[in-house]
């Protein structure tokens, strides 16, 4: 049975650092496009970030460029989200995801599995 388990979410003030971890169970990571989605309260659910299998590259949302970088860990099967600099607009559970497609998935619809969410608050 697939799982992704997302870790690593917690509180911070403005402009701290936070990494998530997203642990695949029957899934090898390297051969799906693994992919970062958030959602604050009242709002839908926004793409974060994209990482292609077959060297396709990573892909980013317009609200996070130059601040997430996005990345696999092959030995651990896992992908990581490095964020920096967050801003209180950052709050939102954040959500793992795979999908087959190769290449720019960033639509929620073209994932096929997704993992329970993470918590991050950002106080100002």
Known sequence: QVQLVESGGGLLQAGGSLRLSCAASELPVWRYTMGWFRQAPGKEREFVAALSWGGFGSYYGDSVKGRFTISRDNAKNAVLLQMNNLKPEDTAVYYCAASGVRGGATMAHQY?????????TVSS
């Open 112 to 120: 096929d599995y997704w993992g329970q969410g993470t918590q991050v």
